[in-house]
């Protein structure tokens, strides 16, 4: 079936944005930061008292990095000291759409408002991803974000309704529906964590059912660029798989892959974005790995001035073969600065293990970093998989290849323990890769 609507919409959604030189896009983000700044200022408490006795003049965005960074720690803490939403929530509750917390599992929630425009634009962002990943009006969406509270469900959800794509809202888990919704639309595309699709395919797999997807964008955690997962998932799916970032304070899905899969294009007229050093919080050149540090140019309701983010990239300006000027973090989001490993001298990140995990044929994708400290030391790395049940013979022999591959790899020798099929939890959000517990 010919799709018309292939035929005569653009290469791009929103070109004026995606294409302007960096020099345009440039003079955009002052103007826009320029703004925000200046409204912060008058308008929120929480912005004034933490910018007292600096200078506000912002002559280059490179004058930004002398203000100071601002943590996950200290919205939790403004906002239990003033609730609802702390005194960064600056737009008039009569602006107010949505309301979305951060997904943490641990603490007070930080919570986030959209604000009708906020919601609008987050739309608009989203509907660019969904369509450089190849959406077009009349395709069929297998939407497996989770709906409610948590931020990507809704925004894909608002961004398929914009780009005239035909949704089915499952949202994340409900296994079954997924396969029977599958079986009766035959979607294109599918929307979920990296996790949740493997889970998918592995499901797919035990029924002898066939993948009728085409695309995957695969958001919620990072992994999607490592390159076994993603030889995993396009294999086992039948897709091309891209990878997308969002986070719920800063907003959903507005970083994506091209067709490229050249690494994260940002949506930078609305977010300017930096990496910094994790201890110094300076700013690092282009093309050194550090931490994400984002400020909302647009937002309205929520917004927020250089948020650091806890997340390891590596960006670049240079112009990608799409022709998208927007700059890109390469590989994707690298792995979390609190999830680094140090063992015998040794540092690494779940990526790691992950991407050899992923290379062995015989073991699921599934795996877990058991780390037990003492003392303030790490005294033993375990690194806990699944060996199929095809491979159950030779277990012995799968243990110390795997064993050798991650010496290769990490530098350091952690133990190795294989379990049955199906073992370690299955999840639709985020898999927690690392599990940490004092000991001996
Ligand atoms: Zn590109």
Same mark, same amino acid.
């Given at each position: ?21 960096? +020099? ?27 910018? #007292? ?19 996950? /720690?200290?919205?939790?803490?403004? #906002? ?19 309301? +979305? ?16 425009? /906020? ?191 806890? /997340? ?26 609190? /999830? ?53 013979? #030779? ?46």
């Amino acid at each position: 079936m010919v799709n018309q609507a292939e035929v005569k919409m653009p290469a791009y959604f929103e070109p004026e944005v995606r294409i302007l030189s960096r +020099h345009q896009l440039e003079e955009l983000q002052l103007r826009r930061l320029q703004a925000q700044v200046e409204r912060l200022y008058r308008e929120s408490p929480f912005f004034r008292e933490k910018w #007292q006795g600096l200078s506000l003049d912002l002559k280059a965005l490179e004058d930004l990095a002398r203000f100071p960074v601002v943590t996950k /720690d200290e919205l939790r803490e403004e #906002q239990r000291l003033h609730p609802p939403l702390g005194r960064y929530t600056v737009a008039p509750r009569e602006a107010w759409q949505e309301y +979305h917390p951060s997904s943490g599992t641990t603490g007070y929630p930080v919570g986030t408002v959209w604000s009708r425009q /906020d919601t609008e634009n987050i739309a608009s962002v989203t509907a660019r991803t969904l369509f450089g990943f190849g959406l077009r009006p009349g395709d069929v969406l297998l939407n497996g974000f989770s709906y409610g509270l948590w931020v990507a469900g809704m925004a894909v959800h608002y961004a398929a309704t914009k780009l005239g794509l035909f949704v089915l809202p499952v949202g994340s888990g409900q296994i079954e529906r997924h396969l029977e919704l599958m079986a009766r639309f035959r979607p294109k595309a599918l929307t979920a964590t990296p996790s949740f699709g493997l889970y998918l395919a592995e499901a797919l797999q035990e029924r002898g059912l066939q993948s009728s997807l085409r695309l995957g964008a695969f958001g919620g955690e990072a992994g999607t660029e490592n390159p076994a997962t993603r030889r995993r998932l396009e294999e086992a799916l039948g897709i091309r798989a891209y990878d997308y970032y969002g986070l719920a304070e800063m907003g959903p899905t507005f970083a994506a892959e091209c067709e490229m899969q050249a690494g994260l294009h940002f949506a930078e007229d609305h977010y300017l974005v930096e990496v910094v050093d994790p201890i110094s919080k300076e700013p690092l050149p282009e093309g050194q790995m550090g931490v994400l540090v984002l400020t909302h140019l647009t937002r309205e309701a929520t917004p927020l001035v250089r948020y650091f983010t806890g /997340d390891l990239a590596r960006i670049t300006k240079e112009p990608c073969p799409c022709g998208r000027t927007h700059l890109r973090a390469l590989g994707g989001i690298l792995g979390r600065v609190d /999830d680094l490993v140090v063992y015998r001298g040794a540092k690494f990140y779940p990526g790691q293990v992950e991407e050899v995990v992923r290379s062995f044929p015989e073991l699921s994708s599934e795996y877990r970093i058991e780390v037990v400290e003492e003392g303030g030391m790490v005294r033993r790395v375990t690194v806990v998989v699944e060996a199929r049940a095809e491979a159950q013979g #030779q277990v012995e022999g799968l243990a110390n290849a795997l064993k050798q591959r991650l010496r290769e790899a990490l530098a350091v020798t952690p133990e190795v323990r294989l379990e049955a099929p199906g073992t370690l939890e299955r999840t639709a959000f985020k898999a927690k890769r690392v599990v940490r517990r004092a000991g001996a």
